[in-house]
């Protein structure tokens, strides 16, 4: 991922909610977060095509990681 997102988007998307005091580095930690959220999810869809034996990660094998992680989330 060599694009990030622009600082002052997120940082406009953040403080919508007024009521809630924004550190300084905040939309860098959502960023970071981001990537971590994103890392897991490949390293899980790999995991589940290997489990299927094929040699690529397919949609279907991320669609099926993703529904568990948002249910697991969810609990």
Do not use: Y
């Amino acid at each position: 991922m060599s694009k990030k997102a622009p600082r002052a988007a997120l940082k406009l998307h953040m403080k919508k909610n007024t009521n809630i005091r924004i550190g300084k580095n905040a939309d860098l930690m959502a960023q970071l977060n981001l990537l971590v959220v994103l890392h897991r999810l490949a390293e899980e869809s790999r995991v589940k095509a290997f489990e299927e034996k094929s040699a690529t990660i397919k949609v279907h094998h991320v669609r099926a990681v993703a529904k568990k992680m948002l249910k697991s989330t969810r609990g």
